[in-house]
């Protein structure tokens, strides 16, 4: 929400200014969904809060819940109708949730369930924000009783071809008056838009980047991410470097395991070529992910062909880690919720 609705809303009518610090602690501490849950405030205040300041700027359609562990999804429909999704997950011992910056998205991966819908529209700072906000408010909904402590821009749509309104997300959920998520708890995903990324080093100095890149080879990597047409390896390498060089901040390697197409020795030793010829690589680190067995044709990856792949990286001192796989019972992988709602409505 914009909680600068709710101070001049306030404000113009002439109350207190500590009402306003019981509105925010209402929404932002005790994550009331309705105005008239806030009992703190006036009767009349509530009710003008309620006709003029929505809490979120969507409404959930579907809630998913795996069986297997700690993931929930959400189908979210926005005011103009199209619908997104957002996971809260518990991986270790804290609340992350994953966010999307777009409805659909324009980049078409090959193994990207979100990328088959095509594009629909950027969100707004606010409506991507709100997702941290409502899955707080599930969190005191089901009595779990603790914050959002991390948040990932890995849903759907790619975060940097929406860079003002994912900046203007990312500084109102670090904002005091807001979650106070830390922006070192921030992490921002791109499939390499190169030209935005340096951009990150001067607005965002303390979010984390995560760079989706799957596969070592140009035409390999073109075959299944058509970005690296405009933004091939080269530029990546030259652009990280100099990202490592002004923010000094670690950068993560996604490598998403395709089992026969991707994992083969000589991706490992190409990945590791690319990786060890960047200035700084120290401060890099890969993340392997199984390939979710819903996306495209892929099917599912065995964990042997996973840890393989990391023990060919690590031979060639490459900092590499195997991500948990979660909610694989739910469709949790980004666009999967989305694409399964629209063949029911087909159907």
């Not at 838009?193 to 001067?202: G, H, Q, R, S, T």
């Not at 042997?304 to 990391?310: E, I, L, P, R, S």
């Not at 990286?313 to 919720?337: E, F, K, P, T």
């Amino acid at each position: 929400m914009d909680f600068e609705k709710v101070k001049n809303l306030i404000k113009t009518a002439g109350l207190p200014v500590y009402r306003m610090a019981q509105a925010r602690q209402a929404v932002f501490e005790k994550g009331i969904t309705d105005w008239q849950q806030a009992a703190g405030l006036p009767a009349d205040l509530r009710a003008r809060l309620e006709k003029q300041v929505k809490i979120l700027s969507f409404k959930p359609l579907q809630i998913q819940a795996s069986k297997k562990d700690l993931t929930f999804k959400a189908l979210l429909k926005l005011e103009d109708g199209k619908k997104i999704e957002s996971v809260l997950m518990k991986p270790g011992k804290t609340w992350s949730v994953c966010v999307s910056s777009q409805a659909g998205c324009p980049l078409g991966c090959a193994f990207c369930a979100t990328g088959k819908m095509g594009f629909k529209r950027n969100l707004t700072g606010e409506e991507i924000s709100d997702q941290a906000l409502f899955w707080y408010q599930y969190l005191k909904q089901e009595n779990l009783g603790e914050r959002v402590s991390n948040v990932v821009f890995m849903g759907m749509g790619e975060p940097l071809l929406n860079y003002a309104e994912v900046v203007k997300a990312v500084q109102t959920m670090s904002n005091a008056d807001f979650l106070n998520i830390g922006q070192r708890h921030i992490s921002i995903s791109t499939a390499g838009v190169a030209d935005k990324i340096l951009n990150l080093a001067a607005d965002l100095p303390q979010v984390n980047l995560a760079l989706s890149l799957h596969n070592a080879d140009d035409a390999q990597r073109s075959a299944l991410m058509p970005i690296n047409k405009k933004f091939n390896l080269e530029t990546l390498k030259t652009t990280l470097e100099e990202y490592i060089a002004r923010a000094g901040r670690e950068v993560f390697i996604e490598y998403t395991i395709i089992d026969g197409q991707n994992n083969l020795p000589a991706h490992a030793r190409k990945l590791g070529k690319w990786i060890n010829s960047i200035r700084g690589n120290y401060l890099m680190h890969v993340n392997l992910i199984a390939c979710n067995p819903a996306v495209g044709k892929a099917v599912a990856t065995p964990p042997a062909a996973v840890k393989n792949f990391a023990k060919d990286l690590a031979a060639m001192n490459i900092n590499v880690s195997v991500r948990r796989s979660m909610g694989g019972d739910i469709s949790a992988a980004c666009g999967q919720l989305a694409a399964d709602e629209n063949k029911r409505r087909k159907k």
